[in-house]
């Protein structure tokens, strides 16, 4: 066996030497704690704009669920009074739960609830802003029922183009009749 003498001692090498003490302390400097909180930062954003979307489409994916559900009724309502319901008897045309050019009711398509559909809808956005509402026009022959002011008009142009107002182009989307087309 190889040994190793200090004064007077005698240590094999293969045994720990008396040497002096070190603390090994591990940690993170500031560098590394500050990637990694600009990284779970950045993650936390990407997915709050992910979210969003997704709200957004979810909103315009109702909108047209609700017109197509007042459309349906209107029709049921046609066949049985042989007119639509009109909404020129008020201060405009263009009737709404919130409206700025008729109207402001929450039986805005008079005659329809709870006959032909439970309740009338609400935009989903659901506050008071007569900008951004459905809307409605008849005159008894034809209609125009649009959702005014909708969000992300582009997508719903990019999916579903027969549905986007001629008029308006995006600023609003949903269904009318023939008569009704450039109102």
Not at 155 to 176: E, Q
Request: aromatic share 12%.
């Amino acid at each position: 066996m190889i040994t190793y003498k200090e004064k007077n001692r005698s240590y094999p090498l293969d045994s720990t030497f008396p040497t002096q003490k070190t603390t090994s302390l591990k940690a993170f400097t500031l560098i590394e704690l500050l990637v990694v909180i600009a990284i779970i930062g950045l993650l936390a954003t990407m997915a709050a704009v992910s979210l969003q979307e997704a709200r957004v489409k979810a909103r315009n994916t109702k909108r047209i669920a609700d017109l197509k559900q007042l459309q349906t009724a209107l029709e049921l309502y046609y066949n049985t009074h042989e007119s639509y319901p009109s909404s020129r008897g008020g201060s405009g045309n263009w009737d709404g739960l919130y409206s700025c050019w008729g109207d402001s009711t929450s039986n805005w398509i008079p005659g329809l609830a709870p006959t032909f559909i439970g309740s009338l809808p609400r935009d989903p956005r659901n506050h008071t802003a007569c900008n951004q509402q459905y809307i409605y026009n008849s005159d008894g022959t034809n209609y125009k029922l649009i959702s005014h002011g909708p969000e992300k008009c582009a997508d719903v142009k990019a999916k579903y183009p027969s549905l986007i107002d001629p008029r308006r182009d995006c600023w609003a989307f949903g269904f009318w009749t023939p008569g009704a087309r450039r109102w």
